[in-house]
């Protein structure tokens, strides 16, 4: 099978997101004891460890269920691979590429950890956004991007 260039494309993106996300993961951990209390990186903006066992923002934490979840991730992650192959918009391509990549990011988190790590904290005065990561960044990017793209196509 010949690969084309909007596959090229979205190999290059998943790789560039999924090592982001990995790669900012391993700078928290490295430096857990200074985030463990939070950072102040400026107003509205902290760093923070959090050890997610839910999924995004923290939801279904209590279940205990992250391998599950891990291998949920992957069953999606396979299906959307599917979706990226069938696709000839460029635009599908890279808002399948940028979920694809979110999801492979935590998926592999949970089935190695058991978790997932957030430290990105954006707040306004006293209400703070769920803690998160650089993979739920890309998932809620392409799929703005994807919804947007159906919206204009109807």
């Not at 839910?54 to 891990?70: C, D, R, W």
């Not at 635009?91 to 399948?96: D, K, N, P």
């Not at 997932?116 to 209400?127: E, G, L, S």
Request: net charge positive.
């Amino acid at each position: 099978m010949k690969i084309s260039k909007y596959h090229k494309h979205s190999l290059i993106i998943v790789s560039i997101c999924f090592l982001i996300d990995q790669i900012s993961k391993l700078i928290v951990l490295k430096n857990i004891d200074l985030l463990s209390s939070g950072v102040n990186v400026f107003v509205g903006f902290n760093l923070v460890y959090v050890e997610n066992k839910g999924v995004s923002f923290g939801l279904l934490s209590n279940f205990n269920i992250p391998f599950y979840l891990g291998i949920l991730s992957l069953i999606i992650s396979g299906y959307i691979i599917f979706l990226i192959i069938k696709t000839k918009k460029n635009s599908e391509v890279i808002s399948l590429s940028l979920i694809l990549s979110g999801a492979l990011g935590n998926g592999y988190d949970r089935l190695i950890n058991g978790y997932v790590i957030d430290f990105i904290d954006i707040y306004v005065n006293k209400f703070h956004w769920p803690a998160f990561n650089f993979a739920d960044s890309f998932i809620t990017i392409g799929a703005v991007i994807f919804l947007t793209q159906m919206l204009q196509n109807k």
